[in-house]
């Protein structure tokens, strides 16, 4: 086999999921051409993977929309040259893409979603608190049925190693903090986390780097760096590399189950995160943390949803709101 196409598209933290796996796919099979397939915004979270890998942007809001774009992006992929695909993501989308391939000749391995054990861990009532396969595990098995065996490493050194500001380059100091997520049932009080924020100030000196995207994130966060010294706010003065660039250089950082916790897991930087609606347990923690790092409440509700997208049933996210602010800034100053 000379030429493997992967397909994922969906958010920036799912997309991100797959680079440890392509790194260590990558340097196990340096002879095999591997095109990865996702949106075109992703592009840079792939440039520092090995040379026998490469990054194909779809439009899919643009010229590869509805059935007649995606019939255009397998011919400016040209498709026929492929010997095999593997599809990391399971949606009508790669579906499609799936049959067209596979009528052309071509072995595909689909991702599993798991959708029934999703269902047992997060139902209302009988939930099976019993951790799932991570999503690097489900995705080396997709790579084992076309024939790759191969195992994760340890770290993503050397794949981030040419970062100019890469923690091989200098000592980590600095705090991160990403506050928000796609969805409510993800998100710590904003109240509350300030009241992190304000702590951190008063017993450390270390810098503080806020994390989010869009105007309203960006709101929040400047009243924070305006109001508490030594606090950054990178909304819109930082691109997607310069922030793996500066997340790499940090002792720490504090994210939701969200992007930003998996873009820290890229470089290798520790991550204490906070879990509500959803639980690690679902496969999602990110690539080399720990689950003693992970935060969430002892409720008998939770986890009640997969993705963090179902409303409360008590309308107040008390899995949320009983994390207690002292207990993140305990596990924020561990050395």
Avoid at 22 to 33: E, I, R, T, V
Avoid at 82 to 109: E, P, S
Avoid at 148 to 163: R, V
Avoid at 222 to 249: C, F, I, K, R
Wanted: glycine content about 6%.
């Amino acid at each position: 086999m000379h030429r493997l196409l992967v397909i994922r598209f969906s958010a920036l933290g799912d997309v991100a999921m797959t680079v440890p796996t392509l790194n260590a796919l990558a340097l196990a099979y340096p002879d095999l051409q591997i095109t990865m397939l996702s949106r075109q915004q992703h592009a840079s979270l792939f440039h520092t993977l090995p040379a026998n890998v490469c990054f194909f942007g779809a439009d899919l809001k643009g010229r590869h929309k509805g059935t007649a774009g995606l019939r255009l992006l397998l011919d400016e992929l040209d498709y026929r040259s492929y010997d095999a695909v593997a599809d990391l993501h399971n949606v009508l989308r790669t579906r499609y893409l799936d049959l067209r391939l596979r009528a052309a000749g071509k072995r595909v391995a689909i991702i599993s979603k798991n959708r029934f054990r999703r269902w047992r861990l997060t139902r209302r009532h009988l939930k099976r608190l019993t951790a799932l396969p991570t999503v690097f595990e489900r995705q080396l098995k997709v790579f084992r049925q076309l024939g790759f065996d191969f195992s994760l490493l340890p770290t993503l050194s050397p794949a981030y190693a040419s970062l100019p500001l890469g923690s091989q380059h200098v000592s980590r100091q600095g705090i991160g903090i990403a506050p928000f997520a796609a969805h409510k049932g993800k998100i710590y009080p904003l109240d509350k986390m300030e009241q992190v924020v304000a702590s951190l100030r008063e017993q450390t000196d270390e810098p503080i780097y806020l994390f989010g995207a869009g105007r309203e994130e960006n709101i929040v966060l400047q009243q924070w760096a305006e109001h508490y010294p030594n606090v950054t706010n990178t909304v819109g003065h930082y691109s997607l590399d310069e922030q793996l660039q500066l997340m790499s250089t940090l002792r720490v950082m504090l994210t939701m189950d969200s992007a930003n916790m998996h873009l820290a897991s890229l470089v290798g930087t520790r991550v204490v995160s906070l879990w509500g609606a959803t639980h690690p347990l679902n496969g999602f923690l990110g690539y080399g943390q720990q689950m003693s790092d992970c935060l969430g409440a002892d409720l008998s509700c939770r986890p009640c949803s997969a993705f963090g997208n179902k409303p409360c049933r008590y309308h107040d996210y008390r899995c949320l709101s009983s994390i207690a602010p002292d207990d993140i800034l305990k596990k924020l100053l561990e050395q």
